[in-house]
């Protein structure tokens, strides 16, 4: 049985579900899978440790000292296995003195990580996202001389790139979910064989039997926006919050709902009073899934704000719903929206594109109350059917659980495309 250890920052977290899916699909095929997170695992909404991902959960925090002590002599004993990641932290690169401190720290992590794996038979270790835990888990298949393995998402990849021609250098194989992705990680790192880099795509569960809705208007002629995401700055809901200042001076009658919590919540609050729109902007918090239901039911418009993304299961779960959505035409986004057929775009950070958008998505939802069939019906039956075959989450985790198993079992094995088959065509059937 093939044993693998697989790491992310923080596991489980509820934004981040592709991880445990994963798990469960290489678990579904025979593989031994040990979970790990970097971080405390903390309970509640945005994680829980009683999970069906039991039996076990490594978490390589709080650090215990009997541990490090045994990574400490791991290190010592198998020094030359890591000699050349701890110089090229120390010696070459770019990367400021705080970050070689932090890349050091990661290093004895990593020790740390290899001494709580050891004994179990593990055969390859993959790890989620490109920051610091990626290179723990670079670090602890070194010391226990066994293969590497790592997904690239968005930011990780785009804005957080430290340390990342190493990790690629070193990596068995790279999983990225998006082909924008791909084209910049084989543009950005030359030297990185492009048979490495593998895209797999996320997805969303396909109901047996899609609908498309729109929203019983009648004698309700509010207009509602709907923001899911972390309140984080890359999601930059500030942006969302200043095109709904706009459309108030325009004269619409509107209201925006933002779903999410995160460190950015005080700040945003602030801004909402500033700009007087606490009658049309509610930050809901962290919402349950019976709860996202019943919004995603209530949306208009489905707007994404964020500056850097992979391709958002957001979209997807709208999209898949119906629902017109609105997005910046950033990354791999294009990839699943195609501008007026299955949703729309607006140039990133243009404030006014983004108004003209929703002022002009607001009139064509007014017209349709006349018509039996409209255009925006037509998008958003093309929006479901683009999901269903492109963005399905269970045929792209088998397709994901077929490849993983080739490139961990079959090292010398080369395949020149990777990549998950996009259905252009798709679009015929509208």
């Known amino acids: 049985m093939l044993t693998v250890a697989y790491l992310a920052n923080q596991f489980p977290v509820a934004v981040e579900p592709y991880v445990g899916e994963e798990i469960r699909e290489l678990r579904r095929r025979g593989v031994q899978v040990i979970a790990g997170s970097v971080r405390r695992l903390e309970a509640g909404p945005s994680g829980n440790a009683s999970t069906d991902l039991q039996p076990e959960i490594l978490c390589l925090q709080p650090v215990r000292v009997l541990i490090l002590l045994r990574a400490l002599g791991l290190v010592i004993r198998r ?169 108030r001076n325009c004269g619409v009658d509107f209201e925006c709902l933002i779903a999410g919590e995160g460190p950015e919540r005080q700040r945003l609050e602030f801004l909402i009073r500033k700009n007087r729109l606490q009658d049309e902007i509610t930050l809901l918090g962290h919402m349950a899934r019976p709860q996202m239901d019943a919004l995603y039911g209530r949306a208009d418009v489905v707007a994404l704000t964020s500056r850097s993304e992979g391709i958002p299961l957001v979209l997807m779960e709208a999209m898949m719903r119906g629902k017109i959505v609105l997005a910046p035409a950033i990354t791999g986004i294009p990839e699943i929206i195609i501008p007026g057929k299955t949703g729309f775009l607006y140039a990133p950070g243009a404030l006014q594109d983004f108004v003209s958008k929703i002022l002009f998505l607001e009139k064509q939802l007014g017209r349709e109350e006349r018509n039996a069939v409209s255009r925006l019906d037509w998008i958003r039956h093309a929006a479901q059917v683009q999901v269903l075959h492109n963005f399905n989450r269970t045929k792209n985790l088998s397709h994901f659980g077929d490849r993983f198993l080739q490139l961990t079992a079959i090292p010398e094995l080369v395949i020149q495309d990777w990549s998950l088959p996009h259905e252009d065509l798709v679009l015929q059937q509208i």
Not at 89 to 94: D, N, T
Not at 149 to 167: F, N, P, Q
């Open 79 to 247: 020094w030359g296995k890591i000699a050349d990641l701890v110089a090229r932290v120390l010696l070459r690169g770019k990367e400021s003195p705080k970050r070689r401190l932090k890349a050091l720290l990661h290093t004895g992590l990593g020790a740390y990580y290899a001494v709580l794996l050891e004994g179990r038979g593990v055969k390859h270790v993959h790890v989620h996202h490109g920051y610091f835990g990626s290179w723990i888990g670079m670090v602890a298949a070194r010391l226990l001389g066994v293969s590497f393995s790592v997904t690239l998402h968005g930011s990780d990849l785009l804005l957080k790139r430290a340390y990342l021609d190493t990790k690629l250098k070193n990596c068995r194989f790279c999983v990225t979910i998006s082909e924008y992705n791909r084209r910049y990680i084989l543009e950005h790192f030359p030297a990185i064989e492009a048979s490495k880099i593998m895209v797999s795509r996320l997805g969303v569960d396909a109901p047996e039997r899609a609908e498309v809705c729109r929203v019983a208007r009648g004698t309700r002629r509010t207009f509602t926006l709907l923001a899911v995401g972390r309140l984080h700055a890359v999601k930059d809901h500030a942006f969302l919050v200043r095109g709904c200042a706009r459309l």
